[in-house]
């Protein structure tokens, strides 16, 4: 199967009298695609990103992501699917009383890894992510674009085949949201899938990337090389 990423007909309800928060969605993302997620708050975004990570499970609907079918996957497996799947989120969720080099180092400690190993792809890790001269440093003696950029590094020290980007430019200015938003292109560059949601339609416009746009539970757009105009959902100009 080549897709890394497959959603079939996949409906999701929380609640039955409020409707389903996603409606038979089918979504197919190819190994080391840029897709980028949008749709006005409430429209599924969230919901459609924790049946991936399996924070959630579907109501109805058929999920693989890198050939692992979640209907045949036990709790046990659980931990291997985390770590295909690398997440960061908008609010950074570092470690405060970690430096830099031990926030990244974390990821690593809890599957076992030797030091050996740590010391060799820490620093290599923080270069990805321009931060190797302030691996000593503690979170809040940082700018919010190194934070995130951080919990990047955190994110992809597993090696994961798939990174998911919730937002993660939405606490920052443009200047450090763009050095953001080039960190995940080059991870891309390197061969990791990427699904970025943001709400910032020059980020959108510029990055000339495939936009899936959901609205009600349901996807109304899927282009490649999309502009996208926030207000109607449709191609600009
Ligand atoms: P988005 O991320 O696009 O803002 P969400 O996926 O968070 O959208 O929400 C989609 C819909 O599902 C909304 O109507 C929301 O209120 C509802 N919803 C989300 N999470 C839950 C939950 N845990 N319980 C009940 N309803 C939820």
Redesign the pocket.
């Known amino acids: 199967m080549s897709q890394m990423i497959l959603l079939d007909r996949v409906t ?1 309800t ?2 039955k009298n ?5 409606d038979r969605v089918s979504l197919h993302i190819e190994p080391k695609e840029f897709v980028i997620v949008v ?12 049946l991936l990570t399996r924070e ?1 499970r579907p109501t109805s609907g058929k999920i693989i992501v890198g050939g692992i079918d979640y209907d045949k996957l036990s709790d046990k497996k659980i931990p291997l699917l985390r770590r295909r799947i690398g997440t960061v989120f908008q609010d950074f969720k570092l470690l405060p009383n970690r430096t830099v080099f031990e926030n990244v180092a974390f990821a690593l400690e809890i599957v076992g890894a030797s030091t050996k190993e740590i010391n060799n792809t820490v620093p290599r890790v923080l270069d990805i992510v321009n931060l190797k001269d302030k691996a000593k440093r503690m979170p809040i003696e940082l700018s919010g674009g190194e934070r995130q950029r951080v919990a990047i590094a955190r994110a992809i020290v597993r090696q994961p085949k798939i990174l998911i980007a ?1 937002e993660p430019t939405g606490n920052l200015d443009p200047k450090h949201a763009w050095d953001v938003i080039r960190i995940l292109e080059k991870i891309n560059r390197y061969g990791t899938t990427v699904l970025l ?1 943001t709400h910032n339609q020059d980020i959108v416009n510029r990055l000339k990337r495939r936009v899936v746009t ?1 609205e009600g ?1 349901r996807i109304v757009s899927d282009r490649a090389n999309a502009d996208y105009d926030n207000t109607s959902g449709k191609k600009a100009k």
């Open positions: 999701k929380y609640n409020l409707g389903s928060a996603l749709g006005q708050s409430g429209a599924g975004k969230s919901t459609l990103l924790k959630e919730d949601t959901i539970g």
